[in-house]
């Protein structure tokens, strides 16, 4: 599989979260698939050059996208970047019942030094 060019990346910025008002819309992973193009940052881009992007032929690309073939894990992953959204990864977590919480860099050091202040005072 091909990577995602750093510049296309750079503009799409990180992936985001669908609205739950979309999520409750999606009953499939084939529906996941499709919601997750049509929500696509960079609406001009087409299957053709996604399937260049993602180091697979427009075909394939196309098939993936009306339900009819399943890609790699590592081509869902890229898939999302490359739309900048995480329709699909969010209905994986739905079908599962867990919930995606985003922690930014500094709420990760809030929780671990909280954490070590509780070990801390647990051990006095």
Known sequence: MHQIPLRLLAEIGD????????????????DAWAWC??????????????????????????NILS????????????????CGNWCIRQWEDRQLGL?????????RRIRELE????AMQRAA
Do not use: D, N
């Open 37 to 62: 193009w049509a929500l696509r940052r960079i609406k001009g881009m087409t299957a053709t050059e996604a399937a260049r992007h993602l180091g697979m032929p427009k075909s394939h690309f196309s």
């Open 67 to 82: 339900g009819k073939k399943y890609p790699s894990w590592g081509s869902r992953i890229a898939f999302q970047r490359l």
């Open 15 to 30: 992936p985001a979260f669908v609205p739950e008002t979309v999520m409750a819309r999606i009953e499939t992973e084939a």
């Open 99 to 107: 919930v995606t919480l985003r922690e930014t860099a500094e709420q």
């Open 115 to 118: 954490q070590q202040v509780a």
